[in-house]
């Protein structure tokens, strides 16, 4: 099985930075996407940033230019920095990897159990 355990989030003051950690383990043959989505109580899970294997990043507006995806293959983990928290960043969020198994097969969704980001004064 492949378990994603995602660390980091809690309370912040507005203007606040937070650093979510997301790492994959269990039967991994490697790791294609991995990225950070958040879902806000009564409105859906939205993408938040997306980072390719090869390091091409992906974010969404509301983001760009305050977070910063990054991964560290070896240990696969995924990162996501977040500066300048803005009360409308408050959101559970959820890591996720297209994880491939085994050499020579598809990539497979997982998600991890989600962090609570509270930005508030």
């Known amino acids: 099985q492949v378990q994603l355990v995602e660390s980091g989030g809690g309370l912040v003051q507005p203007g606040g930075s937070l650093r979510l950690s997301c790492k994959a383990s269990?039967?991994?043959?490697?790791?294609?996407?991995m990225g950070w989505y958040r879902q806000a109580p009564g409105k859906e899970r939205e993408l938040v940033a997306v980072i390719t294997s090869g390091g091409s990043t992906n974010y969404a507006d509301s983001v760009k230019g305050r977070f910063t995806i990054s991964r560290d293959n070896a240990k696969n983990t995924v990162y996501l920095q977040m500066n300048s928290l803005k009360p409308e960043d408050t959101a559970a969020y959820y890591c996720?990897?297209?994880?491939?198994?085994?050499?020579?097969?598809?990539?497979?969704?997982?998600w991890g159990q989600g962090t609570q980001v509270t930005v508030s004064s």
């Open positions: 269990g039967s991994i043959f490697s790791l294609n996407a």
């Open positions: 996720n990897a297209d994880v491939v198994r085994r050499r020579w097969t598809k990539g497979v969704d997982y």
